[in-house]
């Protein structure tokens, strides 16, 4: 089912904390959901649908929020794909008539509980299928992504020199951000020299760890035009798993290469037409695969298109991440989805910060990338349009 213009994205929050150690996670919901409902003009009262993808799951939390009467819940979890596929679902389901507003709530506090991600996988199911086979190796998050940057290189002659734009472009925008965690413009060579955490892959190759969250709101056309907000169109979406298949894993591309044309075919617009792109970095090069799977450059050639400022804004081809994205300002709870979706919202409302706002901002995509590239990984993809 299309989701072209049925549903609207009417309220947007994301939580300027990047530590919590004194708030407890539901507060963090909490604090998002408001901010969200407000931002909208909405109440909790008129909330009929309610997503999150989060510990203590949907049930606990809709009763912590005092929400009733919910029609429609969802609580997919495809890892930091969640939020970008929730908006999607979202949309389909206010086009089924399920439900008119829909709240998407993430928050989480992976830095204050000092999590490590080169740590071995310390929440991998025990009983899952795979355990047996991977957790023997300590696998962790980080050098399961240094593996596909391996591959990568050897494939195709990706560069470190060429990962680090990528770091370069996110700190250039992340200095006009004052809640990010790191705010001061690096260089190739500041990225080339910090320390090595899995090889290929160093310090500045690496998101954040950060506590907090966000929260987005999606409405009706209907509710929507009742609004005082811009709120832009949902124009399309896809979601996709990508798993090994038995070991015939391929490290060099990624679940994008499904639900990049699912959403665009749903929207009914190519690249050609994307104006700014929320792209998940986890690492830089989950970055580097995503762009070369949803087609703005062909496969291989990902390492040459991320060179020249090609993903700074306002001025790049492709103008990315202008919040400073997960490698400088945020990831929270270890799942930036959200922030993907709401950066691209403040992009077309042209409420980015003035630095970093891209003129005339018509389309803008989100895509989220869950779990590790190197395994199993969830992929999700969503195309907004303005409202103009």
């Keep these: 089912m299309s989701t072209q213009a049925s549903a609207r994205v009417a309220g947007i929050y ?29 109440t909790f009262d008129d909330v009929d649908g309610y997503v999150t993808a989060e510990s203590p799951g949907v049930l606990s939390l809709a009763d912590y929020l005092g929400l009733e009467g919910l029609s429609y ?19 389909a389901a ?10 998407i709530t993430h928050a989480g506090r992976p830095r204050s509980i000092d999590y490590d991600p080169g740590h071995p996988r310390r929440n991998h199911p025990a009983d899952a299928p795979e355990a047996g086979f991977e957790d023997p190796y300590g696998l962790s998050f980080v050098g399961l992504y240094a593996l596909a940057a391996r591959r990568h290189m050897h494939e195709y002659g990706t560069t ?9 472009a996110a700190s250039q925008h992340a200095q006009h951000n004052e809640h ?8 190739v060579a500041d990225v080339v020299d910090s320390p090595l955490v899995s090889d290929p892959l ?7 760890v950060s506590d907090g969250g966000g929260a987005i709101v999606v409405a009706s056309s209907d509710v929507a035009s009742d609004l005082s907000r811009p709120c832009p169109a949902v124009l399309g979406s896809g979601d996709a798993i990508k798993h090994h298949g038995g070991g015939a894993l391929d490290l060099t591309d990624t679940g994008a290469v499904e639900s990049g044309p699912k959403a665009f075919d749903d929207a009914g617009v190519t690249t050609d037409d994307i104006d700014y792109a929320s792209i998940y970095d986890s690492f830089t090069i989950t970055v580097l695969e995503a762009i070369e799977d949803l087609g703005f450059c062909e496969k291989g050639e990902g390492g040459e298109f991320v060179e020249g400022g090609t993903l700074q804004a306002p001025d790049g081809d492709l103008p990315f991440n202008t919040d400073g994205g997960g490698l400088c300002s945020n990831h929270p709870g270890n799942r930036g989805g959200v922030t993907k979706v709401i ?18 901002c018509e389309i803008a995509l989100a895509h989220g990338t ?11 993809t969503l195309i907004l349009g303005a409202d103009r």
């Design 94 to 103: 206010i086009a089924a008539g399920r439900c008119d507003v829909v709240l």
């Design 160 to 168: 470190s020199e060429q990962l680090a734009e990528i770091r370069v």
């Design 180 to 187: 990010a965690m790191f705010q001061d413009p690096v260089t």
């Design 202 to 208: 160093h310090l500045l190759d690496c998101c954040v």
């Design 14 to 42: 994301e939580h300027p904390v990047r530590e919590a150690p004194d708030t407890s996670t539901p507060q963090l919901h909490a604090d998002v959901a408001a901010g969200a409902l407000r931002d909208a003009g909405l």
């Design 370 to 380: 869950g779990n590790s590239i190197g395994t199993r990984t969830g992929a999700a």
């Design 73 to 91: 819940v969802d609580s997919t979890d495809i890892g930091g794909a969640s939020y970008v596929a929730h908006v999607g679902h979202a949309a």
């Design 343 to 360: 950066e691209a919202v403040r992009q077309l409302r042209g409420e980015a910060n003035a630095e970093v706002q891209v003129p005339d």
